[in-house]
Antibody
């Protein structure tokens, strides 16, 4: 059974950096792409980006502020979003590929 | 970016009904289309990928069809556990984009 477990700070101030990590267990890590998606409260889903640890793709709307990194030795991948504002308040999810498996989600609130 | 127009935005239905949700892409996506179900407070759950392929473990009352720019999710014999919000997603080209969702409510 594939399991994605994510963690990171849930409350940030404007201009700070959002950092989340997702640990993958129960399946192959290097054989898949790994994705970050977010969902503002009460709204729809937004694809942030994905990596297969050879290539990383980002949503152009966030590209200047986002980094997705991979640690294959730990079967982890991470999201960094710089200079956050209130508009970045959302539940952030990690997922495998297009979404066959998901993390539990992390609510990140940006507030002064 | 490819725009995904999903309709209706909400619908009311009864247990046992047949429900149809449509997604229209702003350009052809060659069946690179997934459907997700999301319940409040939970992560989305993949139902259908490649427009019509049922994800493992998903009940057969869910089906998908379509081609080109128009895709459909059908839920036949709606069950109480099917009341949720449904999203389509194109993964033909990045940035992958989602429809705004269809909320299926109990009539």
């Amino acid at each position: 059974q594939v399991l994605l477990q994510q963690w990171g700070a849930g409350l940030l101030k404007p201009s700070e950096t959002l950092s989340l990590t997702c640990a993958v267990s129960g399946g192959s890590f290097t054989g898949y792409s790994w994705t970050w998606i977010r969902q503002p409260p009460g709204k729809g889903l937004e694809w942030i980006g994905e990596t297969d640890h050879t290539e990383t793709k980002y949503n152009p709307s966030l590209k200047s502020r986002v980094t997705i990194s991979v640690d294959t030795s730990k079967n982890h991948f991470s999201l960094s979003l710089r200079s956050v504002t209130a508009a970045d308040t959302a539940v952030y999810y990690c997922a495998r590929g297009i979404g066959s498996y998901w993390g539990q989600g992390t609510l990140v609130t940006v507030s002064s | 970016d490819i725009q995904m127009t999903q309709s209706p935005s909400s619908l009311s239905a009864s247990v046992g009904d047949r429900v149809t949700i449509t997604c229209r892409a702003s350009q052809g996506i060659t069946n690179s289309l997934a459907w997700f179900q999301q319940k409040p407070g939970k992560a989305p759950n993949l139902l259908i990928f490649a427009a019509s392929r049922l994800e493992s473990g998903v009940p057969s009352r869910f089906s998908g069809s379509g081609s080109g720019t128009v895709y459909t999710l059908i839920i036949s014999n709606l069950q109480p556990e099917d009341f949720a919000t449904y999203y389509c997603q194109q993964y033909y080209t990045t940035p992958y984009t989602f429809g705004l969702g269809t909320r299926v409510e109990i009539k």
